[in-house]
C-alpha cells in the first residue's frame, strides 16, 4: 500500500519567519494531494491541494510544491502568524481512482511571537 | 452547501458498554463516508469507507463495525468498548474529486 513520511514532527520558527514541510510518498500512481490544518480539539480542515498535473499552488502565504519524479510534496507557509500554530496533516490518494487518502503522522507547528 | 453533522460531540463509557455514533451529510447526493480515529496526539487511522448504502469496507480489524442504512447516513457502532477504544473520532465525506471534508468529531473516553 501507500507509504506517506513526513518531516519534521515538530517546528518552530519565530513570527514572520517561513515554514516548510516535507512528504514523500511511495506510489507513483498517485494523483492527488492535500493538505489539512488541525487546530486542538478541532476538525482537520483543508487548507491547500494540488494534483499531478501541477507543479506549484499558491493561496495568499500559503504554496505547495510537488515532484512527481523524486515523490515528494512540500507545504510552504510564508510570514507565520501565531495564528498558523497547529498540526499540520499531509495526504495521498492511493491512486488508480480509489477513494481512500494516506495521511502523514502530521507536523507540529509552533509559531513563537 | 455541504455540511456534515456528528453526534454526540462528547462520549463517557464504561468498558463493556455498547457504543453509536452517528454522521450526516447534507447538500449532496451519493457521498463516499469515512470513518477515521484519532488518538491523543497521533494521527488518523482509517477505520471504514464506504461508496454506497451497504457498500462498506473495513480497514482494520477490531471490535468496531460500520452501518450505512441511507446514502447520507453513517454509523459506527460497538457492542462492547475497550479501554484502547477511547479517541476522537472523525467522520469524512468526498465526491469524485477526492478531496475528503471532515464533521467536528465526537471524543470519546472509555474508562
Known amino acids: 500500500g501507500e507509504n506517506v513520511e513526513q518531516h519534521p514532527s515538530t517546528l518552530s520558527v519565530q513570527e514572520g519567519d517561513s515554514a516548510v514541510i516535507k ?4 506510489d507513483s500512481a498517485s494523483n492527488y494531494f492535500p493538505w489539512y490544518k488541525q487546530e486542538l480539539g478541532k476538525r482537520p480542515q483543508l487548507i491547500i491541494d494540488i494534483r499531478s498535473n501541477v507543479g506549484e499552488k499558491k493561496d495568499q502565504r500559503i ?3 510537488l515532484n512527481k519524479t523524486a ?3 512540500s507545504l510552504h507557509i510564508t510570514e507565520t502568524q501565531p495564528e498558523d500554530s497547529a498540526v499540520y496533516f499531509c495526504a495521498v490518494d492511493i491512486g488508480a481512482g480509489s477513494y481512500q487518502l494516506t495521511f502523514g503522522k502530521g507536523t507540529k507547528l509552533s509559531v513563537i511571537p | 452547501s455541504q455540511t456534515i453533522h456528528q453526534w454526540p460531540a462528547t462520549l463517557v463509557q464504561p468498558v463493556g458498554s455498547p457504543l453509536s455514533l452517528e454522521c450526516t451529510v447534507e447538500g449532496t447526493s451519493n457521498p463516499n463516508l ?3 480515529r484519532q488518538a491523543a496526539g497521533r494521527g488518523l487511522q482509517l477505520l471504514f469507507y464506504s461508496i454506497g448504502i451497504d457498500q ?3 480497514e482494520v480489524p477490531q471490535n468496531l ?3 450505512r442504512p441511507q446514502d447520507r447516513q453513517f ?3 460497538s457492542k462492547k468498548l475497550l479501554l484502547s477504544d477511547s479517541g476522537f473520532y472523525l467522520c469524512a465525506w468526498s465526491v469524485m474529486t ?3 471534508y471532515f464533521g467536528p468529531g465526537t471524543r470519546l473516553t472509555v474508562l
Open chain 2, 75 to 77: 454509523i459506527l457502532s
Open chain 2, 56 to 58: 462498506i469496507s473495513s
Open chain 2, 65 to 67: 463495525s460500520a452501518s
Open chain 1, 23 to 26: 512528504c514523500t510518498y511511495s
Open chain 1, 63 to 65: 504554496a505547495v510544491t
Open chain 2, 98 to 100: 477526492g478531496t475528503q
Open chain 1, 71 to 73: 515523490k515528494h510534496f
Open chain 2, 34 to 36: 469515512y470513518w477515521y
